[in-house]
């Protein structure tokens, strides 16, 4: 570890809680240099929805390589790029009736985000973006300031201006009628907030908790939206590429975003890519505008193609990555009813899932910890890290996901028992 603790920066995270150097992965594993394997319930933070190293990716890009193709091109027109956009059109865009232009904005989500913004107030002229508690969208500072976390929020240095905060589907409990503030300040002259120019928004918030729109919620805030002349961006960078089942998480509410992000997974071999999908009237766009060196990464585009023509064609993979989720949301069940004495509760669609605690404690911190230990990847979340997240690859085997989830059942034990030790 020498190396890395004398000249990599004291901002490096992850590998905080996973002390091992990694080596190899295949598939839903990855082995630390000597050999070890572990059981990853963590995908690169859902970039990995199809596993570490697929093999038929993997072909396509060794044989693309092989063959001197075009790696770097910026945006120059690329046989990779024409290959990737008619296959995006024909088997997710064209099946789900949307329009959308195509952008790509950089090689990460956050490019994707600060894209969007830069997009929603340059068409509508406004300068006010609606964001929600908890929510998460990067941390380049446009994305810094859509983004919830305090701890995030505080490395920007400079003041997040230009946004309004509103609380998320079920943050106030049921207890405020959903949009009621948000529509009380729109309608009020006196109330201060500027005419937004778009609202953003996750379907189901990753890092803040795994926190679940409901479709009546999402399919209310799309019809506010339309009403008061407000875009709305759909941020499914984390959540979209199938991880909760259908292609885009917001299928299942039946809306249509004006502007949706997605990256992570878009490559389908955890190779740098991102998106900014937006309707065919917001293109107003000037050549150059919005540019960066590396969003032509043409072997990202290869390996993207490939995993939508294998795992999208029809849709078998949607469901069964709904059954999987079944499965894992019934033994999370088991879970929390075990350790309810300590708030235990289950989050969570598809293969996006969460096992909660009361945030005193750090009990989930402590579930991540012992999972380690016994051979389990999983990161936690929320703003208090209660949350014990699982986001495993959606190729994994049901055999894999019975062993990680047995994994983190004697985890949770483990840490629950820690915890209730008199200090």
């Known amino acids: 570890m020498e190396t890395f603790q004398r000249l990599e920066s004291e901002v490096r995270g992850y590998c905080r809680n996973w002390p ?15 050999g070890k394997p572990y059981l990853d319930f963590f995908a690169g933070a859902g970039s990995l929805n199809y596993g570490h190293n697929n093999p038929e990716l993997k072909t396509s890009l060794i044989e693309y390589l092989t063959d001197d193709r075009i790696v770097h091109s910026l945006d120059a027109y690329s046989v990779a790029k024409r290959e990737f956009l008619k296959t995006f059109e024909d088997v997710i865009l064209k099946p789900r009736n949307l329009d959308y232009k195509i952008q790509f904005p950089g090689p990460a989500g956050n490019n994707a985000v600060e894209a969007a913004l830069k997009l929603a107030r340059k068409y509508t002229g406004r300068q006010t973006i609606i964001n929600f508690t908890n929510g998460f969208h990067g941390m380049t500072l446009g994305a810094l300031a859509v983004t919830g976390n305090s701890m995030k929020r505080g490395g920007a240095g400079v003041p997040l201006d230009h946004v309004a905060t509103m609380p998320f589907d079920n943050y106030l409990d049921g207890k405020t009628p959903d949009f009621l503030w948000l529509r009380t ?13 778009a609202v953003i928004v996750e379907a189901i918030q990753g890092e803040g908790g795994i926190n679940v729109a409901s479709s009546e919620w999402l399919r209310g805030l799309s019809e506010l939206c339309q009403e008061y002349g407000i875009l709305l961006i759909l941020d499914d960078i984390q959540m979209g590429c199938g991880r909760t089942g259908k292609f885009f998480s917001f299928e299942e ?20 890519m991102a998106l900014t999908l937006f309707k065919r009237e ?11 060196t590396f969003r032509g990464f043409n072997p990202a585009m290869v390996t993207g193609a490939e995993a939508l023509r294998r795992f999208w064609s029809d849709g078998a993979f949607a469901e069964a990555t709904i059954a999987k989720g079944d499965m894992v949301q019934a033994r999370l069940a088991e ?3 075990e350790h309810a004495d300590f708030g235990a509760h289950v989050r969570g669609r598809g293969l996006a899932r969460g096992l909660a605690f009361d945030a005193e404690g750090g009990i989930a911190k402590k579930v991540a910890a012992e999972s380690f230990d016994r051979g389990l990847l999983l990161e ?3 703003p208090e890290d209660e949350v014990a997240k699982l986001l495993p690859p959606l190729t994994a085997t049901e055999e894999e996901l019975t062993a990680g989830l047995d994994i983190m059942a004697d985890a949770a034990r483990a840490a629950v028992k820690a915890a209730a030790q008199p200090a």
């Not at 509410?253 to 740098?272: E, N, Q």
């Not at 917001?282 to 960066?292: A, I, Q, R, S, T």
């Open 185 to 197: 300040l729109l309608d009020d002259s006196g109330s201060g907030l500027d005419a937004p120019a």
């Open 20 to 34: 091992v150097v990694f080596d190899k992965a295949v598939g839903s594993h990855v082995y630390d240099e000597s």
């Open 253 to 272: 509410a039946g809306i249509v975003p004006d502007i949706v992000t997605l990256s992570k997974s878009i490559s389908g071999y955890g190779l740098p």
């Open 380 to 382: 936690t979340s929320g």
């Open 282 to 292: 917001l293109d107003v766009w000037e050549p150059g505008e919005h540019n960066g």
């Open 335 to 337: 879970m929390a009813a």
